[in-house]
């Protein structure tokens, strides 16, 4: 199955359990164990704005950092500029914060609410060149279903 089509097929799975639960980090984390176990990412995790830094939220894959500040790292940065920021390799991204030597390819795509962001899913892949369009487009999709 190529990307698209398991997109395809999980965007209903992940839309109808966020239907399940007004709870934004009960969503984070099924959104998270679903993302991880259907791609087999490296990491796929949720941060979450409080005051003026990101803090770790629910997330899969090994230990991440714990706090990142306002427009700092490929996080930072997505969440200051309010947009999807697709990096195909990590040691090319100006001023990336390395929580993980493995880490090769990364996506941050930014969460809203009342047009505000309020959190970053962040994914990163131990392979170059893993992010694209397709995935940006997909997972846009589903963090519009994290907060009514």
Known sequence: MNKESTY???????????DESADIIANMAN????????????????????GDELV???????????RIAYGRGVCGTAWKEGRT?????????????ACSAAS????????FQ???VIAVLDID????????AT?????????NGLVG
């Open 85 to 97: 920021i697709v990096v195909p390799d990590v040691e090319q991204f100006p001023g990336h914060i």
């Open 125 to 132: 892949s131990d392979r170059l060149g893993t992010f694209d």
């Open 31 to 50: 959104m998270a164990a679903m993302l991880h176990e259907t791609f087999g990412f490296w990491w796929t995790g949720f941060y979450r704005v409080i």
């Open 135 to 143: 995935d940006a487009s997909y997972l846009e999709k589903m963090v």
């Open 56 to 66: 770790l939220g629910p997330f899969q894959g090994p230990l991440a950092c714990t």
């Open 104 to 111: 090769k390819s990364e996506i941050v795509v930014p969460v």
């Open 8 to 18: 395809t097929s999980l965007l209903p799975q992940v839309q109808a359990v966020m």
């Open 114 to 116: 009342n047009g505000k």
